[in-house]
T-cell receptor, first 113, second 114 residues
Framework: DTAVSQTPKYLVTQMGNDKSIKCEQNLGHDTMYWYKQDSKKFLKIMFSYNNKELIINETVPNRFSPKSPDKAHLNLHINSLELGDSAVYFC????????????FGEGSWLTVV | DQQVKQNSPSLSVQEGRISILNCDYTNSMFDYFLWYKKYPAEGPTFLISISSIKDKNEDGRFTVFLNKSAKHLSLHIVPSQPGDSAVYFCAAPHTQGGSEKLVFGKGTKLTVNP
């Protein structure tokens, strides 16, 4: 009964590959996010979606393409992976835009070798 | 541009004592602040928040204090318990380009020793 679930939890892949991280929330929330925590431990927003519509794209390289097939899902596809993409990626959701509590998934540890 | 700063990467306290985690911010437009707690291999979870119209908010063992003039807030945990050992992130909503996003500090790793 995990609220925000993302898969895979761990991913090791070679440079140049394309990979996807899937995210689903069963909270009935309208808004979903992708956050990245890099090696310096900063937790930064990458994208936010509200009712399947892109709201925030935080100047992320266009190799990163989020896709929201419905309100409960926000998948992250990454093309041509680079070493610097190694990070922990957190999916999250909130009831709506604005100052609503954000619920995070457990994170997906991506290592590019 | 680090708008939310947590200058102490780690803190160690004895069980039963008070833990004080600090956070500074640079943007005077920030009017709402949150603390998130993160255990290893888990995502951050919301802990407590405070609006800038208040200078204190308390929830059980957790109290957040806000000093707007100093652009400083702190999270007090008393008494500290071993289960409180985690990374604590300070965050604030930042409005830019008509959209609001949460800006996080780097986190402080709290260790509560039995």
């Amino acid at each position: 009964d995990t609220a925000v679930s993302q898969t895979p939890k761990y991913l090791v892949t070679q440079m140049g590959n394309d990979k996807s991280i899937k995210c689903e929330q069963n909270l009935g929330h309208d808004t979903m996010y992708w956050y990245k925590q890099d090696s310096k431990k900063f937790l930064k927003i990458m994208f936010s979606y509200n009712n399947k519509e892109l709201i925030i794209n935080e100047t992320v390289p266009n190799r990163f393409s989020p896709k929201s097939p419905d309100k409960a899902h926000l998948n992250l596809h990454i093309n041509s992976l680079e070493l610097g993409d190694s990070a922990v990626y957190f999916c999250a959701s909130s009831r709506a835009l604005g100052r609503n509590t954000i619920y995070f998934g457990e994170g997906s540890w991506l290592t590019v070798v | 541009d680090q708008q939310v700063k947590q200058n102490s990467p780690s803190l160690s306290v004895q069980e039963g004592r008070i833990s004080i985690l600090n956070c500074d911010y640079t943007n005077s437009m920030f009017d709402y602040f949150l603390w998130y707690k993160k255990y290893p291999a888990e995502g951050p979870t919301f802990l407590i928040s405070i609006s800038s119209i208040k200078d204190k908010n308390e929830d059980g063992r957790f109290t957040v204090f806000l000093n707007k003039s100093a652009k400083h807030l702190s999270l007090h945990i008393v008494p500290s318990q071993p289960g409180d050992s985690a990374v604590y992130f300070c965050a604030a909503p930042h409005t830019q380009g008509g959209s609001e996003k949460l800006v996080f500090g780097k986190g402080t790793k709290l260790t509560v020793n039995p």
